[in-house]
């Protein structure tokens, strides 16, 4: 987990990030599962750490600043690790029109929801966009991409449970299989509860996922 060497520090930090590597690099790792966030880092004001270890993927107007995680894949391959699984998570409050004030005040987990919620976005097919220029950008670069990191614990942030995080997989599958027929999409880890209810619901939910 490329994350663990940077989340307790506030902001991205360069040295950090360079050192981080290349000790991974020098203890043996040659595969590094990286973290990214659909969002802006103002949704981790109410974060301990304020989400230093999140490579954040905002839309600007220009489009979608994909950057982080370039910079990040070069700075991995420059000491020959090789990226895993990314994993993407989160919607900026531009699309979900929903804040940390929006949280009811009895969320499950209480002070850990309150770290960095999300919603839904109120039009799906900005997400749809998001993942298939995600995907076209890093094809044959990034072939693994896992949706979200522990859906269904409160600090995750997702508001909506299994249902919502239903609706987050069929997309981004679609998405990114639009893009890159080739790609793996990885359900993300969510306990055997929610998958349990997916999969009773929404049996052809197991058609969104390669694993």
């Known amino acids: ?9 506030e902001k991205p930090d360069a040295t950090l990030s360079d050192t981080s590597a290349k000790l991974m690099a020098a203890v043996g790792f040659r595969v ?12 981790f004001k109410h974060d301990i750490n304020q989400g230093g270890a999140w ?8 489009g979608y600043d994909f950057s982080p995680l370039e910079q990040r894949l070069d700075q991995l391959a420059y000491y020959g ?14 699309a979900s029109g929903k804040t940390v004030a929006d949280l009811p005040a009895d969320a499950p987990g209480k002070w850990r929801a309150r770290r960095r919620p999300f919603w839904p976005p109120r039009d799906w097919a900005e997400y749809d966009r998001f993942v ?28 909506g449970g299994h249902r919502m995080y239903a609706e987050y997989l069929r997309r ?13 999409v ?6 055997g509860d929610w998958l349990g209810r997916m999969v009773a619901e929404t049996p052809r939910i197991v058609d969104s996922f390669d694993g």
């Not at 987990?1 to 520090?9: E, K, Q, S």
């Not at 090789?82 to 994993?87: K, Q």
């Not at 599958?173 to 080739?182: N, Q």
């Open 81 to 94: 690790l090789a990226p895993g699984p990314v994993i993407v998570h989160g919607t900026p409050v531009w």
């Open 1 to 9: 987990n490329d994350p663990l060497v940077l989340a307790y520090h």
């Open 132 to 159: 298939f220029e995600l995907a076209s950008r890093f094809k044959g670069r990034v072939r693994i991409w896992e949706v979200m990191n522990e859906a269904n614990t409160p600090d995750s942030g997702l508001q």
């Open 55 to 62: 490579l954040m993927l905002d839309r600007t107007k220009a």
């Open 32 to 43: 590094a599962r990286l973290w990214t966030w659909w969002g802006i880092r103002d949704q």
């Open 186 to 191: 990885l359900c993300g880890r969510i306990g």
């Open 172 to 184: 981004f599958h679609a998405a990114a299989k639009r893009a890159d027929a080739g790609c793996t």
